[in-house]
């Protein structure tokens, strides 16, 4: 059995311990509250922003602009990994760099050849552990705080390179955010921009309850207008993956700080049965020591 010494500096260190992990779970819980903020202020945006998209790219055709149209041939594949800077989030990074290595492993078998794009620490050092040509890095991004126009220019140097011809496809690898317990990583296209889903009009589906698409009046032609919105969708892409994923972290890391907090109060429950019984072994040990020299000296 340890000695008391030994019990009560393991009691002592998982009381500290207990502190540090309180603190942060209250640090995550108010950065979630602004991210989630920003997030659920942006999402109807993004919403009504495809939904007007969509209208156009349906009215124009695919050959309306070389975003939309898909290459006859892959070659080269470029990822867009988002991850955070930081650990002590449960498996939220491990979940993301295991979503990259399965699109990596699968267009490899395709023999494609694959760069990268890192936010974040730990996707720059995933990139670099599996030698993975990293094409720009943007660190301190996921979970603090940035503008659109980071999205902006991450996403007019990768719609360069489509254009150019150095990238074929470009995928986004990021977390999604459903809830405080579900946070799956997602796979999206980001180029060629894949078609957009409209749902038809009620009446030319034959179904009454089908919801209305509204029909949009477009000044310029369509034409001109996806040359300003393809690339600004884009942005969009890239800013609401950001939000998600930066929502996603910051209830990681409460998630995993919570349930660390509760181990530390197992653990003093267990030190301090421990402690206790020590304790009592020691008086015991104690009294019997002395019962035996009142015997000694009586007899």
């Not at 156009?56 to 867009?80: C, F």
């Not at 995933?126 to 094409?135: D, E, F, V």
């Not at 999206?188 to 030319?204: V, Y």
């Not at 207008?225 to 930066?246: G, H, K």
């Amino acid at each position: 059995m340890p000695s008391l010494k030994d019990v009560e500096l393991k009691i002592s260190a998982v009381k500290k311990t207990r502190q540090i992990t309180k603190a942060m779970n209250m640090v995550a819980a108010s950065r979630l509250r602004g991210a989630q903020s920003d997030m659920d202020a942006f999402r109807p945006y993004a919403g009504k922003f495809g939904e007007v998209l969509g209208s156009l790219a349906e009215k124009a055709g695919e050959e309306a602009s070389p975003l939309l149209m898909p290459r006859e041939q892959v070659r080269n594949v470029h990822i867009v990994l988002l991850t955070s800077d930081r650990g002590l989030c449960g498996g939220f990074n491990s979940n993301l760099q295991n979503k990259a290595k399965q699109l990596w492993q699968e267009r490899k078998k395709a023999g494609q050849k694959i760069s990268m794009t890192c936010f974040g620490k730990k996707a720059r050092g995933w990139a670099r552990k599996t030698k993975l040509p990293i094409a720009d890095e943007y660190i301190g991004v996921v979970g603090g705080h940035f503008e659109f126009n980071l999205a902006a220019n991450a996403g007019r140097i990768l719609i360069d390179g489509f254009l150019e011809g150095t990238y074929d496809e470009v995928h986004l690898v990021y977390s999604q955010f459903l809830s405080m317990a579900k946070q799956p990583p997602t796979i999206q296209q980001l180029l060629p921009i894949p078609p957009i889903e409209t749902e038809e009009i009620g009446a030319a589906a034959g179904d009454e309850e089908a919801p209305y698409l509204a029909e949009h009046i477009c000044e310029p032609s369509a034409d001109e207008l996806l040359d300003e919105m393809l690339p600004r969708n884009v942005f969009v892409q890239i800013y609401n993956a950001l939000l998600e994923t930066s929502t996603a972290e910051h209830a990681a890391r409460m998630m995993a700080m919570d349930n660390a907090t509760k181990a530390c109060n197992d653990m003093l429950e267990n030190l301090t049965m421990i402690y206790n019984k020590a304790r009592q072994a020691a008086i015991t040990g104690e009294l019997m020591d002395i019962v035996g020299g009142a015997e000694a000296l009586r007899g």
